[in-house]
């Protein structure tokens, strides 16, 4: 596809169900980042992949939250035992390389009841 | 750490208006952006400003920074109605490990009204 796309583009889950949110980055792109955006708030920061590697992973929370990108392409973040407060939209980018500028997906809107 | 403040943070005009939105950031940043984001939609890059004194344009925003005040401005001119969105800004840090990773202000909430 022409850009990053995210799927699903909404998951509603009970708290303490196991979510896995899906990123297809533009082809090519080597750099792939996952943020997360609360309601009324900026995206921050969870992980940055280069290639196949997680080259920094300071912004996740917790060690609820886990992503993987084995092939250097696709990636998924993975929640497990979703709180109340995980309830946010996660946002994916990608780029070229690590030095050019990141284009984002349109998110995936997650809701924990 | 890098930190990263916009101000205001919610702001309501008439069309025809001008106004600017404030971007202060904490420490030294490689680079600085600007997006737009409409109501369940996704981040639209706007600007990407380098270096000091860049100033760019686009129809009805200008954006400019001012490294040495690590401030950075974004100016409407003639505000119409289509203007209206979350407008953000973002520091970015390039170092070996997060990439480009960025780090967001809170967001400034346009509303222009006819």
């Known amino acids: 596809g022409a850009g990053v796309s995210q799927t699903p583009s909404n998951k509603v889950t009970e708290k303490g169900k196991y979510v896995e949110l899906r990123c297809d980055p533009i082809s090519g792109h080597t750099a792939l980042y996952w943020y997360r955006q609360s309601l009324g708030q900026g995206p921050e920061f969870l992980i940055y992949f280069q290639g196949t590697g997680a080259a920094d992973d300071s912004g996740l929370p917790n060690d609820r939250f886990f992503a993987v990108r084995p092939e250097g392409s696709v990636s998924t973040l993975k929640i497990q035992r979703t709180e109340r407060g995980d309830s946010a939209v996660y946002l994916c980018?990608?780029?070229?390389?690590?030095?050019?500028?990141?284009?984002f997906g349109q998110g995936t809107r997650l809701t924990v009841v | 750490e890098l930190k990263v403040e916009q101000n205001p943070l919610f702001l309501s005009m008439q069309e025809g208006k001008n106004y600017t939105i404030y971007c202060n950031y904490s420490t030294t940043s490689d680079r600085l952006y600007w997006y737009r984001q409409d109501p369940g939609k996704s981040l639209e890059s706007l600007f990407v400003l380098l270096s000091n004194g860049a100033v760019k344009q686009e129809g009805r925003l200008m954006a400019s920074l001012d490294t040495k005040a690590r401030l950075s401005t974004l100016h409407i001119t003639a505000a119409v109605h289509d203007l209206s969105a979350t407008y953000f800004c973002a520091g970015g840090l390039m170092n070996n490990n997060a990439g480009n990773m960025l780090t967001f202000g809170g967001g400034t909430r346009l509303m222009v009204k006819p």
């Open positions: 980018a990608s780029s070229l390389n690590r030095n050019t500028e990141a284009f």
